[in-house]
């Protein structure tokens, strides 16, 4: 190791892109971790605050036309879910495909039952409210933008929403619009239409019916938490009463799953190109300073160096610049990421940002990263290095003394 350290001091400049060259790989692949971590924890909250929840409970699989079934609430499923310590939030909702009509005009739309007073975990649309208010009571209606323009109606004007369930038949009723909201999509201004609960149970004539029981689990803060929501799964699975299903969210968001599967191989893909970047550079500077020390390392020979003392010093160096690199590296990645956190996280720019608020979440990316993620950052570029320097390291080790010695540079 003396041996190293020397030479080391000798080329302080090699010595230093070698360090780099390990140093900025552990750093950007461990910002890089944070970052992923953060998008997936952003969509994994777009999509289970919007509609999906960590999980439903349904009444099975979907219907001709993608209606989903009724099914009675049953009194012990409320009282599981009310003393379930693993269920941080539950709500009812019944939605029914329908023709909404008003005047001589009329547009398709899926009407939502909610319950008002629980649906701001899981619904953004009570805060994007840009006329009149959010539904209080049976009878009324809240409709976007888009679909106000459609029909040509007002706050306070009547709605006409005609039912179509295939299981049910057919529902008709008049609510009175009290709120129009602003939506961040145009196909969710057109097509969604709130109700209270008790006016879209009225229309299936079924005073406790619902289509889904939208659920939330605790300490669930994003998808790598997903094994919390398969224990709620299966707990409840086992103890519903026959005939409900439930599903999680990979089942109900299949493109957030998607994306998750997506994440992990394109970082590593990026990872594998920096680790290789560094490679070459640590093999770069290993051949050359070999090259450079062919009389001396000739001379070690002569005077009794074995060819596993050669590789084990150059190695030795190897190691010594790699794992300082990788380990400032990985540990000042890990402070930028610790830091930006404790300032609030990185804010999204400008449409992205009101595009988050719309759908009620923060416009901030928080960053996250795992020690284990950090410590195999670090080893993985180690491990990079000192396989870069294997070869020259091997090439000077088979080197002749005579030979060596004659070397010029």
Same mark, same amino acid.
């Given at each position: 190791?003396?041996?190293?350290?020397?030479?080391?001091?000798?080329?302080?400049?090699?010595?230093?892109?070698?360090?780099?060259?390990?140093?900025?790989?552990?750093?950007?692949?461990?910002?890089?971790?944070?970052?992923?971590?953060?998008?997936?924890?952003?969509?994994?909250?777009?999509?289970?605050?919007?509609e999906?929840?960590?999980?439903?409970?349904?009444?099975?699989?979907?219907?001709?036309?993608g209606?989903? @079934?009724?099914?009675?609430? @049953?009194?012990?499923?409320?009282?599981?879910?009310?003393?379930d310590?693993?269920?941080?939030?539950?709500?009812?909702?019944?939605?029914? @495909?329908?023709l909404?009509?008003a005047?001589?005009?009329?547009?398709?739309?899926l009407?939502?039952?909610?319950?008002?007073?629980?649906?701001?975990?899981?619904?953004?649309?009570?805060?994007?409210?840009s006329?009149?208010?959010?539904?209080?009571?049976?009878?009324?209606?809240?409709?976007?933008?888009e679909?106000?323009?459609?029909?040509?109606?007002?706050?306070?004007?009547?709605?006409?929403?005609?039912?179509?369930?295939?299981?049910?038949?057919?529902?008709?009723?008049?609510?009175?619009?009290?709120?129009?909201?602003?939506?961040?999509?145009?196909?969710?201004?057109?097509?969604?239409?709130?109700?209270?609960l008790?006016?879209?149970?009225?229309?299936?004539?079924?005073?406790?019916?619902?289509?889904?029981?939208?659920?939330?689990?605790?300490?669930?803060?994003g998808?790598?938490?997903?094994?919390?929501?398969?224990?709620?799964?299966?707990?409840?699975?086992?103890?519903?009463?026959?005939?409900?299903?439930?599903?999680?969210?990979?089942?109900?968001?299949?493109?957030?799953?998607?994306?998750?599967?997506?994440?992990?191989?394109?970082?590593?893909?990026?990872?594998?190109?920096?680790f290789?970047?560094?490679?070459?550079?640590?093999?770069?500077?290993?051949?050359?300073?070999?090259?450079?020390?062919?009389?001396?390392?000739?001379?070690?020979?002569?005077?009794?160096?074995?060819?596993?003392?050669?590789?084990?010093?150059i190695?030795?160096?190897?190691?010594?610049?790699?794992?300082?690199?990788?380990?400032?590296?990985?540990?000042?990645?890990?402070?930028?990421v610790?830091?930006?956190?404790?300032?609030?996280?990185?804010?999204?720019?400008?449409?992205?940002?009101?595009?988050?608020?719309?759908?009620?979440?923060? @416009?901030?990316?928080?960053?996250?990263?795992?020690?284990?993620?950090?410590?195999?950052?670090?080893?993985?570029?180690?491990g990079?290095?000192?396989?870069?320097?294997?070869?020259?390291?091997?090439?000077?080790?088979?080197?002749?003394?005579?030979?060596?010695?004659?070397?010029?540079?």
């Amino acid at each position: 190791m003396r041996y190293a350290l020397r030479n080391l001091r000798r080329a302080r400049r090699r010595a230093l892109y070698t360090f780099l060259a390990a140093f900025y790989p552990a750093l950007i692949l461990v910002i890089m971790f944070g970052i992923v971590a953060g998008e997936l924890r952003g969509m994994f909250e777009s999509a289970t605050k919007l509609e999906t929840g960590h999980l439903q409970i349904r009444g099975g699989e979907e219907l001709a036309g993608g209606a989903l @079934p009724l099914f009675e609430l @049953p009194d012990e499923l409320i009282f599981r879910l009310r003393e379930d310590a693993a269920i941080r939030y539950w709500t009812v909702r019944l939605d029914l @495909p329908a023709l909404a009509a008003a005047g001589s005009r009329s547009y398709g739309v899926l009407v939502q039952g909610v319950e008002p007073e629980r649906i701001a975990e899981i619904s953004p649309i009570p805060s994007l409210i840009s006329q009149g208010s959010y539904i209080t009571g049976p009878g009324e209606a809240v409709v976007g933008e888009e679909l106000a323009r459609l029909l040509d109606i007002e706050v306070e004007d009547s709605l006409v929403l005609l039912s179509a369930h295939p299981e049910a038949g057919m529902g008709a009723g008049v609510a009175k619009v009290v709120g129009i909201f602003q939506a961040p999509q145009a196909e969710m201004g057109r097509t969604v239409v709130q109700v209270h609960l008790d006016t879209a149970r009225k229309w299936v004539r079924r005073p406790n019916a619902a289509t889904a029981v939208v659920v939330f689990v605790n300490g669930v803060s994003g998808p790598w938490d997903a094994w919390r929501i398969n224990q709620a799964v299966e707990e409840l699975q086992r103890t519903l009463p026959q005939g409900l299903v439930v599903k999680d969210f990979e089942e109900l968001a299949p493109e957030l799953t998607l994306y998750m599967r997506i994440a992990r191989p394109v970082l590593a893909a990026f990872s594998g190109i920096f680790f290789v970047l560094g490679g070459l550079v640590v093999l770069n500077a290993f051949y050359l300073s070999v090259l450079e020390r062919t009389r001396e390392l000739g001379v070690i020979r002569a005077l009794g160096a074995s060819r596993r003392w050669i590789m084990r010093a150059i190695l030795g160096e190897a190691l010594l610049l790699s794992g300082c690199g990788a380990a400032l590296g990985g540990l000042l990645g890990a402070g930028i990421v610790f830091l930006v956190e404790q300032l609030g996280g990185l804010r999204m720019p400008g449409a992205y940002s009101e595009f988050l608020r719309a759908f009620g979440m923060e @416009p901030i990316l928080h960053l996250r990263v795992t020690p284990w993620e950090v410590l195999g950052s670090v080893l993985a570029m180690v491990g990079v290095g000192v396989l870069a320097a294997w070869y020259p390291a091997w090439k000077a080790a088979r080197l002749e003394p005579v030979e060596a010695m004659r070397h010029v540079t």
